[in-house]
């Protein structure tokens, strides 16, 4: 299984930009990245997804260097609402099963 | 709203009882997950069915149980029930069950054992 590892908790200022890191150093050729938001007693949000280099969409911007081996989520300008849990999960499902475990996540708190 | 409908949303049942648990993917989705998730262990990888058949299968207890209908909706099934299945319990769909696959969850439903 390709395993991540992401820091336990992070905290930021409202308006600054937050980057999560996630390491996944056994990640496969055919594995997708992709990133989950969670608030407490709800279901996880999809927030973004990439294979390699840089992608964005309205939320936020995923980084991924050449080797694939690390990725990191870019939050422009957090505000208290994106107090969450945020998962990476790795994989490209299928006969891999590797995309289905969620590691323990990044609790990110963001400060008034 | 996330399209994929889980219910019921809260369920409190006694130890030794059975409970079904539904979900109805959002549409155009195949593939069906359940996940587990309490205070100590996280999220739970538990089983995945993909138009009607098992494809992967995670840390399910013997005790559970899951099936997908002909109609997509899926049920998970949980008998001889203890305090510590207490638990959210979430329900995922997608598309493809490979590739480029991004998980929709639903609101889940929240057991509760006495």
């Known amino acids: 299984l390709a395993k991540t590892t992401q820091p336990i908790s992070m905290d930021s200022y409202e308006g600054q930009e937050v980057n999560i890191t996630c390491s996944h150093n056994?990640?496969?050729?055919?594995?997708?990245i992709t990133w989950y938001q969670q608030f407490p007693s709800q279901g996880p949000r999809f927030i973004i997804q990439g294979y390699k280099t840089k992608v964005t969409n309205e939320v936020a911007s995923l980084f991924i260097p050449a080797d694939r081996k690390s990725s990191t989520l870019s939050l422009p300008r957090v505000s208290l609402s994106d107090t969450a849990v945020y998962y990476c999960l790795v994989g490209a499902g299928g006969n891999t099963g590797n995309q289905f475990y969620f590691g323990t996540g990044t609790s990110l708190t963001v400060i008034p | 709203d996330s399209g994929v409908t889980q219910t019921p949303k809260h369920l409190i049942t006694a130890t030794g009882q059975r409970v079904t648990l539904r979900c109805s993917p959002r549409?155009?989705?195949?593939?069906v997950y359940w996940y587990q998730q309490s205070l100590d262990q996280g999220l739970q990888f538990l089983i995945q069915?993909?138009?009607?058949?098992?494809?992967a299968k995670g840390n399910i207890l013997e005790r559970f149980s899951a099936q997908q209908f002909p109609d997509l909706h899926s049920e998970l099934n949980l008998s001889s029930l203890e305090l510590g299945d207490s638990a959210l319990y979430f329900c995922a769909s997608s598309v493809a069950d490979r590739g480029r696959v991004g998980y929709t969850f639903g609101s889940g439903t929240r057991l509760t054992v006495v």
């Open positions: 549409s155009g989705d195949l593939s």
């Open positions: 056994n990640i496969a050729t055919n594995d997708y």
């Open positions: 069915y993909y138009n009607g058949e098992e494809r």
